[in-house]
């Protein structure tokens, strides 16, 4: 095999990515494949994302990998943890040679006299050129633009002699100690950020244009940690995801269905951590839950900092920023020595490259998403977007079992192409993320869709997922599915792969 084609190109190293390339070491171990990867390092966004307090905003026991136990005590871990957590699982399944770092997808095009995709690679460090090709094109690039992430457009931005900084930028000697912090956000960065710099800064205050639902978790899982006595612990990992997969989809369900009873809940929740004396206005959003994602966060850190006077929440829209601060639409000002803008990501699809088909560019808002995993008309290319409603690697993991499958249905019968193809005009203008937050609507014009029934539906629904992904027949009425010529079948696989 040259060192420039593989049976499976994988893009990302993150999360994903690795956790693709042990399924594909697992399920299809005849397979040759290579990781590009833009950064130097491993670990997506658990090594891009460096700001104090990093975490993830799912359980361990979900956002770990359904083939290897998360086995730590902390049930939202840490982002170096989590990156360890990678690391580890890549070294475990000696995929880490399969990985060139340094090198940025830019475009990939297919070719179906050739049926092969040419992948155009920059290698970061000097701009260089380089090319490789591949069969099957698998995209893990996750959904946000690595370079930047979302700042609005301030005014008066440029008049702050502060230190203005975006989370997903921070820098390593920054010193907060003493000063005073405004952390712009509301969302899973602010509520994170806010209690892990109360303690070292001034003052910290949350000034939010809105608030957010926020759910207290306990940092540690207590019914698995006496679980691990008795049992295996994989036995223990395995019950404990089961049971956090029904508990999320519960919450969900219940949410859609009796909203009324769930927001009740969750703001009696938060007023018995904040007291009696604390303004709930500043924990009363406006929409129902789970129109957008909610915020976790462990034993009630946010509430505690908030309730101890260590922090403060403000609810009010920016006027202008100043010399000193932000002026608000209400007239008052809030000083501040660093301005963190935790507002948000900058959604891209495929880390921003260029797809083509047979020359025709491939618009993204003008296909439609098949299972989730593959884009109409698009041949040999799936790409992960994992759940908005629960952790991402649930779906992550089941793409890649589907995807490895996939591959193997096609080597066992000569197939070399699969294209899905919309036979019944099922458009819609309906993105496919499935939710109303102002990142998603921002990047609505650069998203796929979901049509108006399956398969071009995207469920966000583990328990309907299972069973069509890792269990359900793969050749459908969708599907196109195009043989190999005889003069490759007879070589077998690796023959049509090498030709």
């Not at 290698?123 to 979302?150: H, I, K, M, P, W």
């Not at 850190?301 to 908030?306: G, H, Q, S, T």
């Not at 899905?420 to 939710?435: M, S, W």
């Amino acid at each position: 095999m040259s060192n420039n084609h593989f049976d499976v190109l994988i893009i990302g190293a993150g999360l994903s990515g690795i956790g693709a390339a042990c399924h594909l070491s697992r399920q299809c171990p005849e397979r040759s494949y290579a990781i590009i990867e833009r950064r130097e390092r491993m670990g997506g966004t658990w090594d891009l994302f460096r700001y104090p307090g990093i975490r993830s905003d799912s359980d361990m026991f979900t956002l770990g990998y359904n083939f290897r136990p998360w086995t730590e005590a902390k049930v939202l871990a840490d982002g170096p943890s989590i990156r360890n957590y990678i690391v580890d699982t890549a070294k475990e399944y000696k995929v880490e040679d399969k990985i060139r770092y340094g090198r940025k997808m830019t475009g990939a095009r297919w070719s179906s006299s050739q049926n092969r995709w040419t992948v155009d690679l920059v290698r970061e460090e000097d701009g260089s050129a380089e090319q490789v090709t591949c069969q099957f094109l698998y995209c893990c690039t996750g959904y946000y633009n690595y370079d930047a992430g979302y700042t609005p457009d301030f005014p008066g931005v440029d008049d702050f002699k502060g230190q203005l900084v975006h989370p997903q930028k921070w820098p390593e000697d920054l010193d907060y100690s003493g000063k005073k912090v405004v952390v712009i956000g509301s969302g899973a960065t602010a509520v994170t950020l806010v209690p892990a710099m109360a303690d070292k800064a001034g003052s910290v205050t949350m000034l939010q244009r809105s608030p957010t639902y926020v759910a207290t978790v306990p940092q540690e899982d207590p019914i698995s940690a006496n679980l691990r006595r008795f049992l295996p612990e994989m036995a223990v990992y395995r019950l404990a995801r089961a049971r956090n997969i029904a508990l999320q989809r519960m919450v969900f369900k219940l949410s859609k269905q009796r909203p009324k009873l769930v927001r009740r809940a969750l703001l009696a929740a938060a007023r018995r951590q904040l007291g009696s004396e604390f303004d709930m206005t500043h924990f009363k959003p406006q929409y129902n839950p789970w129109d957008e994602r909610l915020c976790a966060v462990p034993n009630g850190d946010l509430f505690k900092v908030l309730r101890k006077g260590k922090a403060d929440v403000v609810t009010d829209h920016i006027d202008t920023f100043t010399e000193k601060g932000i002026r608000l639409k209400s007239g008052k000002e809030l000083e501040a020595d660093i301005i963190i803008t935790a507002t948000g990501l900058d959604l891209q699809l495929l880390g921003g490259a260029s797809l083509t088909v047979d020359g025709e560019e491939v618009v993204p808002k003008d296909t439609l998403v098949y299972r989730g995993l593959m884009l109409r008309d698009v041949p040999n290319m799936a790409l992960v977007f994992g759940y908005t409603n629960s952790s991402w690697t649930l779906k992550a993991d089941l793409v890649s079992e589907y995807v490895c499958r996939l591959l193997n249905y096609m080597a066992r019968n000569g197939i070399e192409r699969v294209t899905p193809r919309d036979q019944e005009g099922c458009d819609t203008d309906d993105n496919f993320v499935g939710l109303q937050s102002g990142y998603v609507q921002r990047a609505a014009d650069r998203l796929p869709r979901q049509g108006s029934k399956a398969p071009w539906q995207v469920l966000n629904n583990y328990f309907k997922d299972l069973p069509a992904l890792r269990f359900g027949r793969i050749e459908d009425d969708t599907l196109e599915f195009s043989p190999a010529p005889a003069s490759r079948r007879r070589g077998g696989l690796l023959a049509m792969l090498r030709s």
